[in-house]
C-alpha cells in the first residue's frame, strides 16, 4: 500500500516536472513540427534530419506531459497508485522511481510498451 507521504512527494515531484516540460514546449519551435525524416541527403538533409529529431523529443514530451497531468489527476480523484487496467495496485517502488507510471509492470508489459 502506497503510503500519503510518498503520494504527497510524488505529487510535488510530478508539478515540478510538469512545470519544467511546460517550459520545453513554449520554447520549441512550432516550425520544427515534421513527421517525418529526411528522404535526401548532404546539408539539407542533414538539417531538416536535425529538425525532425527535435519534433520526435518534443513528442515525448508531450506523451511525459500528459502522462504526468494524468497522474496528477488521480491523485486528486484518489486512484493514485492503482494499474488503470487490472485495477491492482502499482508496486511501490516502480511508482517512487516514475511517478508518472499509470500500469503495474505486468500490464505494461502485456501492451508491449516499454517499462521505463
Ligand atoms: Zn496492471
Partial sequence: MISPETIEAN???LESVKKRLK???DNFDKKNNISEPAKEFGEKGNA???KWVANEGNKATNKL???TEAA???IQEGSY???VDCLKEIN?????ARPEASRCVGCQTAKGLHVR
Fill in 11 to 13: 505529487r510535488v515531484h
Fill in 23 to 25: 517550459g520545453v514546449l
Fill in 48 to 50: 531538416y534530419n536535425q
Fill in 65 to 67: 506531459l500528459e502522462d
Fill in 72 to 74: 496528477l489527476r488521480r
Fill in 81 to 83: 497508485g492503482v494499474c
Fill in 92 to 96: 511501490v517502488d516502480r511508482l517512487v
